[in-house]
């Protein structure tokens, strides 16, 4: 019989401390609620694989490498294959450098061991389990937020369709709520495992930390008997929270409490098994950085668009072009974990809904799903189209530094990924 294990630690910063996700230094003066890193464990056979959600920005490749050394280290599970991703909060702590804002390399030095020993916990925790996986539709959570307009570009947040000169909203979304559950023989609950693609960006300009919708989950789904939730985002890059067809917008209080009860409607239909058999992969792709122009650089390129502060563009562009010229390429990993009929395919990006949504068709006749912001981070990852009209995602810079074909090279390495999994 297979096994599952769950842990959590508290990873909430302190305060005084700076915020990342609005480009901008924002002083962390209160906490509305805890940060965790929340870990799930599966082994069948002779196989192990976990996967690591840490309520962040983002994950730094360095940081992600550390922490499977010290998990494989300690005998837990091959450092290979783990998955740690990043919920993408915009209220959380500097894990890097954005434009003004400056990595906080101690908050690191205090997280990295912190989440080690919650993988240690959960491997700890290990027991005997039957795994079930179903998906439910979700349509009015979250909005393709790139509005198409009469004069050839893009916009991104702002106006949206209420732009005067709007004509179509440039994408679709990705609606699935895919849930992994676990529980004991009895039927008592060990915890989910909850797929589904959507910036958290509430309360991103205030000088608060709170884990936005993924902790609003958490706790609802743990209200409800189901004392552990890892949320993995899908292909967000182009997403944002909300319903522009509804006159008042979702919080992230009913962002989170609606996940929950998709996750128990999809949880109604399931099927549990005893045995599941378990797979890992993984590449790394090296990734072409931007062909740049003066006007690229400068932020004048017809459709570019420079938000919060436009200065904090020119301020970051020295140390970025000397990045490009000595790098030449950016690494980038992608990797895939299975569990019986269902692939979680990992992404270091801000990965474009349209990309993402190729990938799961990829996996068939597996069910495919899609994991971003993990192990690592290279920033906006748009589909080749998307650069034609501009918007806030393709306009260069240090989240925005990539050439238009790097989407296409991650698809083509998740797709030879997941081959051998399809069979």
Not at 192 to 202: Q, R
Not at 261 to 269: G, L, R, S, V
Request: glycine fraction near 10%; charge should be negative.
């Amino acid at each position: 019989m297979m096994q599952a294990g769950f842990a959590k630690v508290d990873i909430t910063p302190v305060l005084g401390g700076q915020k990342i996700g609005w480009i901008t230094p924002i002083p962390i003066a209160s906490i509305a609620d805890p940060l965790y890193a929340r870990v799930a464990v599966f082994v069948s056979g002779e196989e192990r694989l976990g996967f690591v959600q840490l309520d962040t920005l983002s994950v730094r490749w360095s940081t992600v490498q550390e922490i499977r050394r010290q998990v494989e280290a300690a005998g837990g599970l091959p450092g290979r294959n783990l998955m740690v991703a990043a919920t993408h909060n915009h209220s959380g702590p500097a894990v890097a450098t954005v434009c003004d804002v400056a990595r906080d390399d101690a908050y690191l030095a205090w997280m990295i061991p912190r989440v080690t020993a919650a993988v240690g916990a959960a491997v700890a925790a290990l027991e005997a389990a039957e795994i079930g996986f179903a998906a439910v539709p979700e349509f009015g959570l979250t909005h393709n937020r790139r509005t198409a307009l009469r004069d050839g570009t893009t916009t991104t947040h702002g106006l949206g369709f209420r732009h005067p000169l709007a004509l179509y909203v440039e994408g679709p979304i990705d609606p699935e709520v895919a849930v992994l559950a676990a529980r004991r023989p009895d039927g008592a609950w060990l915890g989910v495992v909850l797929n589904f693609a959507c910036h958290p960006v509430h309360r991103g300009g205030e000088p608060v930390v709170t884990a936005g919708f993924p902790g609003v989950l958490a706790a609802a789904l743990a209200e409800r008997g189901c004392p552990q939730c890892v949320f993995l985002n899908g292909a967000c890059g182009n997403l944002s929270p909300g319903d522009p067809q509804q006159p008042v917008q979702p919080s992230m209080e009913d962002i989170g409490r609606r996940l929950a009860e998709d996750a128990f409607k999809a949880i109604e239909t399931m099927t549990f098994q005893a045995e599941v058999s378990l797979g890992a992969r993984q590449v790394t792709v090296q990734l072409p950085y931007r062909q740049l122009s003066d006007d690229e650089i400068r932020g004048t390129v017809c459709g570019a668009q420079r938000f919060v502060d436009p200065t904090a563009y020119d301020r970051a562009m020295p140390a970025l072009l000397e990045r490009i010229r000595s790098r030449g390429t950016q690494p980038a990993e992608v990797q895939v974990l299975r569990l019986g009929d269902v692939t979680y395919t990992s992404v270091p990006a801000e990965l474009f809904v349209q990309l993402g949504l190729r990938i799961k068709e990829a996996a068939y006749p597996r069910h495919g799903l899609v994991v971003t912001h993990a192990n690592g981070m290279v920033g906006y990852v748009p589909h080749q189209e998307a650069f034609a009209r501009g918007g806030y995602e393709t306009t260069f810079g240090p989240a925005w530094r990539l050439a238009p074909d790097a989407g296409e090279l991650l698809v083509a390495a998740a797709t030879d990924l997941l081959q051998p999994f399809r069979t």
